[in-house]
C-alpha cells in the first residue's frame, strides 16, 4: 500500500491500481496522516487486509470513477477528516464501506453496496457530518446508513436525474441514535429489512419522499420514531 505522513506533503493517484498482497491487518491500500491533502481519481484500491483508503486528520477528495473493492478492514475510513467522494463505488468491503469518527462526509453519485462481516453497514459516521446528494446505497448485510450524534443531510441533485435510493440492506435503510439530526429531501427508501428510517433520540426533517416495504414483519416500519 502507500503511506502518506507529514503536515506540508500532498499525494495525487490517478488512475492507479492499489491490490493487497498482505496479511498484516494494518496493511491498508492508502493512509493518509496528519492534514495531509490527497486526491484519489480513477483506478482500483482493492483486497487489503486493512481499510482500503485510510485518513487521520486529512483532507482527501476522491472520484472520477474510483472503485474501492473487497477489503478486509473497511472501504473508506476517517478520523477527524474531510472526505469528499464524487462518483466513487465502494462495494464488496468488510465491515464498513465507509466509517468516518468526528470530521466531515460529503457523498455525491456514490454507489455502496454488498457490505458484508459485522456491522456490515454501507456508511456509518460518529459524531461527525454527513451531506449524500444522489447516492445509490443497496444490499448491505447491515444498516444503509448509521449516524450516531451527528448531522446529516440527504438532497437531490438540482437537475433530478440521479436520486437517491437506500433499498435492500439487511438491516435499517437510515438509523440515528444518539442525539443526531436527519434532514431527508426527496429520494427513495424501500425494501429494506428493519425500518426504512429509524430516530432514535435524535430529529427529523422529511420532505418529498418515497418510503415503501420494509420486509421484517416485527419490525418493519416505514419511518420509526423511538
Known amino acids: 500500500g502507500v503511506g502518506v505522513q507529514g503536515s506540508a506533503a500532498s499525494l495525487e493517484l490517478t488512475n492507479v491500481v492499489l491490490s493487497g498482497v498482505s496479511s498484516s491487518p494494518t496493511s491498508h491500500g492508502a493512509k493518509f496522516e496528519e492534514w495531509e491533502t490527497g486526491w484519489i481519481n480513477g483506478g482500483f484500491i482493492e483486497n487489503h487486509s ?73 456508511v456509518w459516521v460518529d459524531n461527525g457530518q454527513l451531506s449524500l446528494v444522489g447516492s445509490t446505497i443497496e444490499g448491505n448485510e447491515g444498516d444503509g446508513l448509521y449516524l450516531v450524534g451527528s448531522t446529516a443531510s440527504i438532497t437531490q441533485p438540482v437537475s433530478g436525474l440521479e436520486t437517491t435510493v437506500v433499498s435492500s440492506n439487511g438491516g435499517a435503510g437510515i438509523a440515528v441514535e444518539g442525539g443526531g439530526t436527519l434532514e431527508v429531501v426527496g429520494g427513495t427508501y424501500e425494501e429494506n429489512t428493519l425500518e426504512n428510517i429509524r430516530v432514535s433520540g435524535g430529529n427529523l426533517t422529511l420532505s418529498d419522499a418515497a418510503i415503501r416495504n420494509a420486509t421484517s414483519e416485527s419490525s418493519g416500519h416505514g419511518v420509526s420514531l423511538v
Open 50 to 122: 486493512g481499510v482500503g483508503i485510510s485518513s487521520e486528520s486529512s483532507n482527501l477528495s476522491m472520484g472520477e470513477g474510483l472503485t474501492v473493492l473487497n477489503n478486509l478492514g473497511g472501504g473508506v475510513g476517517g478520523i477527524e477528516s474531510s472526505l469528499l467522494l464524487d462518483d466513487v463505488l465502494l462495494q464488496g468491503n468488510e465491515g464498513n464501506g465507509l466509517y468516518a469518527q468526528g470530521g466531515e462526509v460529503q457523498l455525491s453519485s456514490v454507489t455502496l453496496q454488498g457490505t458484508v462481516g459485522i456491522p456490515g453497514r454501507a
